[in-house]
């Protein structure tokens, strides 16, 4: 059946402008954790200190992610997009020219206030430009950099620290941003703000210290070695109190933050519950393969990004696929065949040992490449398509809120599994045997890899179960598109 609205010259420059931005965000968290250890080596503090770089980092996104559509609303998308690349810009320079721990923490959350809001605004700006009709093939372009971020990272980060300077991991976002800048002001539509939208300043105050709280109390599960230490429980807890007392209020408040009302929606309900649980097990599968590669096999930082390639090289072949067949049916048509792929891969990863072939693990990071790439954009299309109006801005920054939380809670879960099923076959501390293992000796690594991949293959057992339960949340996603009102029109673009 050929395609009602094509995509044309202008919505795909419009595209190409947002995922710049995208890749920029979603990239830099990625090539600085490659850069840790390094940067506590030149500014000679202790790695506890300088895991703020990433920390300070990520609970500045979730600090002002939920401002963004309330932003996006009151003031323009195109200014809130401008302004989230401008402050990360700045953010990166600044960084890049830190002379201490203490300053490059400071510059890092400066950054972490743009990025946190280029995402939201990106969204909202390529659902408003597309349609519902051509959401779902514009939203595949969106999601290159959401999957490639975890596999170039590694490989530009190591690059940059290892033959030029740790700085260029910061500066090598300048040029990309001021292209983006000049890039939005001559192509991205006009603003038309809503200047009588009203900041509810109880919601802030309850939802942002909330999440800040909850990714703050998940982040910490690794390091203080499981969910019951104080260290965890106290954020946490405090960070769940917190974000329920803003569902309690949005429910009375007259115009709320996060406009609970879009969850009546049952597609938008659905995909959004299916969207937590893939960002769970999705994210949290992540995490596994570049520490087995590392800590099993030996390989650095920059190979390993390299071994994961196969699985971007998937997702890439997947997601026009997907974001066709998206324009075209129901998210519940689509994702549970995405899920059933990387199913199959983490199966295969479950039997992971000390020599297995290189060969076969790209074979299923190849599989679950192209899963990821049938699972994670159409999920997003199903959520957006039964949107319009107003409601856009409001939706998509729910939608980022709902995966980063997933994000973290899965990381937590399956790091947590991962220390503890080492110390049981290695015994005393898992933190320290992955740390350790990239040093040791070949003589000493044939007597630990077996024991260590057998954790790993354990681990993986429990990725396998988290994406069993987000299989069965997609099997409620609607299987037909949305019925679109007769008003819903892509917004003009000016050429």
Known sequence: MPDKEPIDRALLVVAGVVVLGAIMSILDTTVVNVAINT?????????????????????????????????????????????????????????????????????????????????????????????????????????????????????????????????????????????ALIASLRVLPRDVPAHEQRLDFVDLLLLSPGLALMIYGLAETNAAGGFGSARVLIPLIAGVALVGGFVWHALRARDPLIDLRLFKDRTFTTSSITLVLVAISVFGSFLLLPLYYQAVRGE?????????????????????????????????????????????????????????????????????????????????????????????????????????????????????????????????????????????????RAHIAPPMAAAFGQTFWWALGLLAVAFVGSLALPKRKPALAGDERPMPIPV
């Open 300 to 444: 650095s930082a920059l190979m390993s990004g390299v071994l994961l390639a196969p699985q971007g090289l998937g997702a890439m072949i997947a997601m026009p696929i997907s974001g066709q067949l998206a324009d075209r049916t129901g998210a519940g048509r689509i994702v549970p065949f995405g899920l059933i792929a990387v199913i199959l891969s983490v199966v295969g990863l479950t039997q992971v040992g000390a020599q297995t072939s290189y060969v076969t693990l790209s074979l299923d990071l190849f599989l679950f490449g192209i899963g990821l790439g049938f699972t994670m954009m159409p999920v997003f299309t199903g959520a957006m398509q039964s949107i319009s109006g107003p409601a856009v801005a409001r939706a998509s920054t729910t939608l980022n809120i709902l995966q980063q939380t997933g994000a973290s809670i899965g990381t937590a879960i399956l790091s947590v599994l991962l220390a503890s099923a080492i110390s049981s076959k290695l015994g005393g501390s898992a933190h320290g045997t992955i740390g350790a293992s990239a040093a040791v000796p070949p003589s000493v």
């Open 39 to 179: 940067l506590a080596g030149k500014f000679h503090t202790t790695l506890p200190t300088i895991q703020w770089v990433a920390t300070g980092y990520t609970l500045a996104l979730a600090t002002v992610i939920p401002l963004s559509g309330w932003i996006a609303d009151r003031f323009g998308t195109k200014r809130l997009y401008m302004t989230s690349i401008a402050l990360f810009v700045i953010g990166s320079s600044l960084s890049g020219l830190a002379w201490s721990s203490s300053s490059i923490i400071v510059f890092r959350v400066l950054q972490g206030l743009g990025g946190g809001m280029i995402m939201p605004a990106g969204m909202t700006i390529l659902t408003r430009a597309a349609g519902p009709n051509r959401i779902g093939r514009v939203m595949s372009i969106m999601g290159v950099p959401m999957l490639l971020g975890p596999i170039l990272g590694p490989i530009l980060g190591g690059w940059l620290v290892a033959d030029v300077s740790w700085r260029w991991i910061f500066f090598i976002n300048v040029p990309i941003g001021i292209c």
